[in-house]
Nanobody
Framework: QVQLVESGGGLVQPGGSLRLTCAASTSLFEIHSMGWYRQIPEKQRELVADISSSGHINYATSVKGRVSISRDASRNTVYLEINNLKPDDTAVYYC?????????WGQGTQVTVSS
């Protein structure tokens, strides 16, 4: 399975921006798709955005227009940029790798949006 390490979370004021980073232990070309999910306590983990190995991107309706997912295959890294952050964006953000026969998750990074 792929090892995933997220970074970039923190405390941000409303209206601010963040870039989350997910470093994978294997080549992105060996991964069918990579994505970012988020979860708040007692709620189901929800998709924020994902990107396939062919470059196809999906965004959740709730964040479309404020979020951008990208990847750097040379660094085995996927990024999630979130702009115009809102208190409702407060959550633990998880990186996910789908290798079809294996699903891998990172440890999560906390994003808190508060003034």
């Amino acid at each position: 399975q792929v090892q995933l390490v997220e970074s970039g979370g923190g405390l941000v004021q409303p209206g601010g921006s963040l870039r989350l980073t997910c470093a994978a232990s294997t080549s992105l070309f060996e991964i069918h798709s990579m994505g970012w999910y988020r979860q708040i306590p007692e709620k189901q983990r929800e998709l924020v955005a994902d990107i396939s190995s062919s470059g196809h991107i999906n965004y959740a309706t709730s964040v479309k227009g404020r979020v951008s997912i990208s990847r750097d295959a040379s660094r085995n890294t996927v990024y999630l940029e979130i702009n115009n952050l809102k208190p409702d964006d407060t959550a633990v953000y998880y990186c996910h790798a789908d290798q079809l026969i294996h699903q891998s998750w990172g440890q999560g990074t906390q994003v808190t949006v508060s003034s």
